[in-house]
Each structure stands twice: as structure tokens, then as C-alpha cells.
């Protein structure tokens, strides 16, 4: 099982280019949840938003991992 990962290097880690295919899903999930971001599940998928009129995220787990194109989307936001 993997540590628990601290916040900061959660985010850092996001906010690394070129780490994208290592990033875990659920370490992606946590990182928006500690930007602020409400989590809602909808099947396989896990849809986050701020407020209305903010950018929603809608993120699908591949194998445990996140896929790159979330991750960098992610990147954008929690920046």
C-alpha cells in the first residue's frame, strides 16, 4: 500500500511536467479536493466543480492511474 502523500508534495508532483503517466487516480482526486473542488460521482466517472461559473473536471480511472490529458488539466486548475 502507498504512504500517505503530503499536500504539498501531492500538488508538486501534479505540477511536474512530464510526470502525467505516473500520476495515481486517486492521488488526482485528492489533489482537487484539497484546491476546493466537490466531488460527485457519476458511474465510473467523477465529475468536480467550484462554483457554477468555474471550469468543471471530469476525471475516469485507467488501470489505477490517471490519464495524462486529466493530469494536465488538473495542472491548470490547482496552479
Known amino acids: 500500500m502507498r504512504t ?3 499536500r504539498e508534495h501531492l500538488l ?3 505540477a ?3 510526470s502525467e503517466a505516473g500520476v495515481w487516480f ?3 482526486r485528492r ?3 484539497l484546491a476546493g473542488f466537490r466531488e460527485r460521482a457519476r458511474g465510473t466517472h467523477f465529475v468536480y466543480s467550484r462554483r457554477s461559473s468555474e471550469p468543471i473536471v471530469t476525471l ?3 488501470n489505477g492511474k490517471a490519464q495524462p490529458y ?3 488539466q488538473v495542472r491548470g486548475l490547482v496552479r
Do not use: S
Request: no cysteine.
Open 26 to 28: 486517486e492521488d488526482l
Open 4 to 6: 500517505m502523500v503530503h
Open 60 to 62: 475516469q480511472a485507467r
Open 70 to 72: 486529466q493530469v494536465r
Open 16 to 18: 511536474d511536467h512530464g
Open 31 to 33: 489533489a482537487l479536493r
Open 12 to 14: 508538486a508532483r501534479i
